[in-house]
Structures are given as C-alpha cells and as structure tokens.
C-alpha cells in the first residue's frame, strides 16, 4: 500500500484476467476478531499464503468492525469481499447491517480501496431469505448506493439454487449482479465419494455459470471439502468421505487445473479456500485449532 490513501481508482485494481487460480481465504468473523488478530491473520494471509484478498463470512455487529477489517487489510495490502448477512432465522437484522456497512464504506477514506466488492448473503437464493426479485432489486439499489465509489455487488450462491430458482427469479439475480460468487462444495453432491473424483462435479457446476453467466467473471467464493462431518455437515452420498486428506486432495485437484481456471471465459476464475482455521467452521480450516497447519498448502495463484 503507498504511504497515503490516493486520489483516485484509476488503475488501483488489477484486471479481473489477472485473478485466476488461487486468491485468498474465506474467513469468518462471528467471533469479532480483535483488531490485533485481524491484523495479524490478514498478514498470514498475504504474505504466507500470497492470498490476495479475505472473503468475510458470518457476521459481527460490533460498532465499527468494518472500520478494524478495513486497517487490517490495509496493512496487509488484501483486499476484502465484504458480506451483507442474513442468517436463517428469517429477522431483518441484515437491513442494519446493510445500511452500517454502507455508511463505512462512504466514510472511511481507505474504504473503497480495500473493498473489491460487496456481497449480498452466503445462498440466499438457497436459503429464500427474500424472494429472488426483492434480492435482485437489493442488488440493484446497492450498486446505485455504491457507483460513486466503484464498487461491485454480487450474490455469493450455488448453481443449484440459481436453477431452482429458474422460473422465479433467478434470471434477475444473474442479471443484477457484477460478477459471479460460485459455492462450489462437491462434498455434499450426491455423486460425491473421494476428492480426487471431484472435478467432474465442479466442472459441471462450473460449467452451467459459464453458460448462464452472461460472459461474467467468476469467483469460487465458498470452496472446500470438510475434513470432519457433523450436523448440518453432512453429505448426501454414502460415498462421501470427509478427511483431512480428502481436504488437502480437494485443493490439489483444484491446483491441477490452473491452466483451465486461466482460460474460462470472463476472465478467468479465482478460487478461494474455504476456510482459513477450524476455530472459524470446524473442519473446512486450513489451520486447526491449535493453529497449525492441517496439511502442507501452497496453491498456485498463476500459471
């Protein structure tokens, strides 16, 4: 990062081409991190990992969190996909939390210079927290609400609930949005059995966002395969296994197909690992909560 917030955008981010195979962590902030350990994990982030940027996931309503994720990410020079959440219990909470992230987005100088995008809910369309056109005119509005500051505004869901969703709305979502955050967890297919048998799973879904996606970049936003399971991680094939090497497999499979990520049309996909420690969502870490590493994880970010 240079030593004062610049003027302007031009040139800031790199081209979406430029942004294929491996880009960084989701990470989840239910626990509202400290600033220190924000700051600390984001460096992790960057310069162990060469993650690019942290994709939030979960919530924390603490005042003033956003302000803390932004200086972490600034020093760290990540960017952050930041997430507007909804949760499953049906609340407006997400409102709030909208209107408070949007107001740190307009006020904080360092805002739009960390932030590479907003997304609205982790499978909303799955979870029908609004109906599909309501999410699409929240998509809409939110990207009025952001233009002075450049910023996009996505949806982070699965192919699955953009299919179902088919004749209801869907279409809308696909429409509104900037680009594309593709869940891609092949664990829970029910053609699943090993990871090294995965790609045919991801290609599939991958595949339909490459037809459907209106020539879209694409991000695999949340992306992994459990090393444990437990309830509401459960797969739905008896193949199925979650280990830590079907963990470790999962991204190796990933990492084989570097050359193909590079080469989807609109501009490439980046994945990120899905999730940066065990203490954040049991199972997905790359870490494990002990903080060490759960498996040697050196992913490509070019080839």
């Known amino acids: 990062m240079p ?25 989840e902030v239910t626990a509202c991190q400290s600033l220190t350990q924000l700051r600390t994990e984001f460096l992790d982030i960057r310069q162990k990992f060469k993650g690019r940027y942290v994709r939030l996931y979960g919530f924390c309503d603490r005042t003033g969190f956003y302000n803390d994720v932004i200086d972490a990410a600034w020093r760290a020079s990540v960017g952050v996909h930041a997430l507007i959440w909804f949760g499953w219990d049906g609340d407006d909470l997400w409102i709030k939390r909208r209107d408070n992230l949007f107001g740190i987005l307009h006020s904080n100088p360092k805002a739009k210079y960390v932030t590479r995008v907003v997304q609205f809910g982790s499978e909303p369309l799955f979870d029908w927290v609004l109906d599909p056109e309501d999410l699409a005119a929240q998509v809409r509005a939110a990207k009025t609400n952001l233009s002075s500051l450049h910023i996009p505004v996505t949806v982070s869901d699965m192919a699955y609930s953009y299919q179902e969703h088919a004749d209801d709305g869907g279409p809308s979502v696909l429409s509104a949005i900037d680009f594309i955050d593709a869940h891609m967890l092949p664990f829970f297919s029910t053609k699943a059995s090993i990871a090294n048998s995965s790609w045919p799973i ?15 970049k694409i991000y695999l936003s949340e992306n992994g395969w459990p090393s444990v399971t437990y309830d509401g991680v459960e797969p739905n094939s008896p193949s199925a296994v979650a280990n830590v090497q079907n963990e470790r497999d999962y991204y190796t499979v990933l990492d084989s197909h570097c050359s193909y990520f590079k080469t989807v049309a609109g501009g490439g ?8 420690s065990d203490n954040q969502e049991p199972g997905y870490g790359i870490y494990n909560t002990n903080g060490a590493l759960k498996f040697p994880f050196a992913p490509k970010t070019s080839c």
């Not at 030593?3 to 990470?27: H, K, M, Q, R």
């Not at 991801?202 to 879209?216: A, E, H, M, R």
């Not at 996909?269 to 940066?276: R, S």
Request: glycine share 8%; charged share 10%; net charge negative.
């Open 3 to 27: 030593s004062a917030v610049p003027t302007s955008l031009t040139n800031w981010w790199c081209d979406y081409s430029t942004e294929y195979a491996f880009v960084g962590f989701s990470y």
């Open 202 to 216: 991801v290609l599939t879904d991958l595949n339909w966002f490459v037809d459907n996606g209106l020539g879209k």
């Open 269 to 276: 996909v980046g994945w990120f690992a899905h999730i940066y």
